[in-house]
C-alpha cells in the first residue's frame, strides 16, 4: 500500500504478514546499549471491543525511555524484562473495532517499537491529521514540540527583553525552546557539545549567543554573554551545567527542570555543590515538569505551533534512520549527542 499527499509528505508503507518487535532483554545499569534489546518476530494481534490496530511508519527515540528501561518506577512504571520497548510512533490504522477511531487515519501515540500495535484511545496522544509533513507529528506536535511550548511558556512566564539560557540547545526540543523564546523577545543563549550545533544554534535557531559546553569556561561566558543574569534557565541536561548556570541567575529567575540529560544514573545519588542557598538568596523558582501531566493542552498547544510553522516561524528538524534494526542502538546514539534533530525511525 503506498500514502500519498503532498503537504503531509506520506511515504510509502507496506503491510507486513508478521509483527518484528524490540523487546527490553537486559535492565540497563544506566544508558540502555544496543545489547539491552532484542529483534523477534510475532504473528499480528487481533483488536478485541473498542481497541484498533495500527501498522507503525515511524518509531520515536526520546530520552524518557532511558527511565521507562530502569528498574525504578518515576513517573511512569518500568518495562518488564521481555516486553516490547515502551515508544512513541506515529502509524495509520489497519483496522478499528473502536468507534471513535476510523480505517486508515494516522496517529501519533504509545504503540511501542514494533511494526504492530493493538491499543485503545488513552494509548494516543494526537491524531496526525494537521497540514504538515507526518513525521512532524512526532517532532513539532510531538513530545518535543509540545513540551518545548507548554514549559517554556507555562513556567517561564517570559517576558520582552529578559534573558533566556537553553542547555541541549540544539536538540529537539531544546532547538524549539530557543525559536520560541525568540518568538517571545527574549536574548536567547544555547548550550551545546560540538560546535557544528553551535554554528546551527546561530545560523538556523536564531540564537544571540551560543557556546560548547565541553570547551567553554562555563562560569565566564555565562557572565559575559549574561551580565545582569539569567532570567530563565531551561534545562535539560542538569550536573555541572545546572550548578554553573545556577550561580548566574538573576533575582526571581525560574529555573524549569525538563531534563538531566548529563546525569547516567541516579542510583546511587550523584554527589555534587549543595545550591539551596542559591535559590534563597536568588529567591529563584525551580519548577519540574512532565509534559503527559498536560495532556488537556496538547490541541491548543499544536494549534500554536502549526500556526508558526506553517507561516515560517519555527522550524523543526528531524533525523529519521530507516529500519527497525537500528531501535536497539538508537537511545545510545542520542545519549551520545550524535542525533541532529528528532531522533526517528522509519520502518514502514
Ligand atoms: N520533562 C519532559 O516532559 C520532557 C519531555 C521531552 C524531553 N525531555 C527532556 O529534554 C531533554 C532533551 O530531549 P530531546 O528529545 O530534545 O533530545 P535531544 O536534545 O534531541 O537529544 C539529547 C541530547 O542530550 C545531549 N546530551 C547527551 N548527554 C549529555 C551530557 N552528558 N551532558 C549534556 N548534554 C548531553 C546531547 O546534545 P549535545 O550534543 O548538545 O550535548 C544530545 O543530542 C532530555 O533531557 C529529555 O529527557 C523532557
Known amino acids: 500500500m503506498a500514502g500519498s499527499g503532498e503537504v503531509r509528505n506520506i511515504p510509502a508503507y507496506t503491510i507486513p504478514s508478521a509483527n518484528r518487535q524490540v523487546a527490553l532483554v537486559n535492565r540497563p545499569g544506566g544508558i540502555p546499549q544496543r545489547e539491552d534489546f532484542a529483534l523477534r518476530k510475532t504473528s499480528i494481534p487481533e483488536p478485541g471491543p473498542d481497541q484498533f490496530l495500527v501498522r507503525n511508519i515511524y518509531l520515536s527515540v526520546d530520552p524518557a525511555q532511558r527511565g521507562w528501561a530502569q528498574t525504578e518506577a518515576n513517573y511512569s512504571n518500568p518495562v518488564q524484562i521481555g516486553e516490547v520497548m515502551r515508544a512513541l510512533a506515529i502509524g495509520v490504522v489497519?483496522?478499528?473495532?473502536?468507534?471513535?477511531?476510523?480505517?486508515?487515519?494516522?496517529?501519533?501515540?504509545?504503540?511501542?517499537?514494533?511494526?504492530?500495535?493493538?491499543?485503545?484511545?488513552?494509548?494516543?496522544?494526537?491524531?496526525?491529521?494537521?497540514?504538515?509533513?507526518?513525521?512532524q507529528h512526532a517532532a513539532l506536535l510531538g513530545i518535543p514540540g509540545l513540551t518545548a511550548y507548554l514549559a517554556f511558556t507555562g513556567l517561564g512566564h517570559p517576558k520582552p527583553s529578559e534573558t533566556v539560557l537553553v542547555s541541549t540547545a540544539a536538540g529537539a526540543v531544546g532547538s524549539m525552546v530557543g525559536q520560541i523564546a525568540k518568538l517571545s523577545g527574549c536574548h536567547v543563549i544555547g548550550l551545546t557539545g560540538e560546535d557544528a550545533k553551535v554554528t546551527k544554534c546561530l545560523t538556523d535557531f536564531g540564537y544571540d549567543r551560543a557556546f560548547n559546553y565541553r570547551s567553554a569556561d562555563l562560569g565566564v561566558v555565562l557572565d559575559e554573554s549574561a551580565p545582569n543574569g539569567i532570567n530563565i534557565f531551561f534545562d535539560n541536561t542538569g550536573g555541572m551545567i545546572l550548578d554553573t548556570a545556577i550561580r548566574n541567575m538573576a533575582v526571581g529567575g525560574r529555573i524549569i527542570q525538563c531534563g538531566t540529560a548529563s546525569i547516567a544514573a541516579w542510583s546511587p545519588p550523584p554527589i555534587g555543590p549543595r545550591n539551596e542557598r542559591e535559590i534563597l538568596t536568588r529567591r529563584l523558582i525551580w519548577s519540574g515538569f512532565i509534559v503527559l501531566d498536560h495532556f488537556a493542552r496538547f490541541q491548543e498547544a499544536a494549534a500554536k505551533l502549526v500556526e508558526w510553522y506553517l507561516a515560517g516561524k519555527i522550524r523543526c528538524e528531524t533525523d529519521i534512520a530507516n529500519g527497525i534494526e537500528h531501535a536497539p542502538g538508537a537511545i545510545a546514539a542520542l545519549y551520545s549527542g550524535q542525533n541532529r534533530g528528532k531522533s526517528l525511525i522509519f520502518i514502514g
Not at 98 to 108: K, M, V
Open 94 to 135: 489497519v483496522k478499528s473495532r473502536a468507534s471513535t477511531i476510523r480505517e486508515g487515519e494516522f496517529l501519533y501515540g504509545s504503540f511501542g517499537w514494533q511494526d504492530y500495535a493493538v491499543a485503545d484511545s488513552p494509548k494516543i496522544l494526537l491524531r496526525a491529521e494537521y497540514p504538515i509533513p507526518l513525521e
